[in-house]
Nanobody, 127 residues
Framework: QVQLVESGGGLVQPGSSLRLSCETS????????IGWFRQAPGKEREGVAC????????IYVDSVKGRFSISKDDAKKTVYLEMNTLKPEDTALYYC????????????????????WGQGTQVTVSS
């Protein structure tokens, strides 16, 4: 069974850092793009970052560019999201999701192209 499980969220103050983890199982990990999304109350789901099967040209939403970094460990079948200089606007439920297989352009697609999702981990940035 395909599973994605997020962890690492929490309550932090502005300017601090967190590292989110997405542990996966039930599929050939390095055949798929993996994306991070977030959704705040009353707002639409937003793509945050995405990494392809080749690790080339990861994609970031403009609001996190330079602050967040996505990476993966194929041996551990885990994707990470390093979040630095956190802002209150980063507060949201963060999800990881499985994208398209093989395609190097998989990270250029929208949420509808991601077929499996984790339950999310809450990130709250507040002073």
């Amino acid at each position: 069974q395909v599973q994605l499980v997020e962890s690492g969220g929490g309550l932090v103050q502005p300017g601090s850092s967190l590292r989110l983890s997405c542990e996966t199982s039930g599929f050939i990990f390095d055949h798929y793009a993996i994306g991070w999304f977030r959704q705040a109350p009353g707002k639409e789901r937003e793509g945050v970052a995405c990494i392809t099967i080749t690790n080339d040209e990861p994609i970031y939403v403009d609001s996190v560019k330079g602050r967040f970094s996505i990476s993966k460990d194929d041996a551990k079948k885990t994707v990470y999201l390093e979040m630095n200089t956190l802002k209150p606007e980063d507060t949201a439920l963060y999800y990881c999701a499985r994208g398209e297989a093989y395609f190097l352009t998989a990270c250029q697609t929208g949420p509808d192209k991601y077929d499996y999702w984790g339950q999310g981990t809450q990130v709250t940035v507040s002073s």
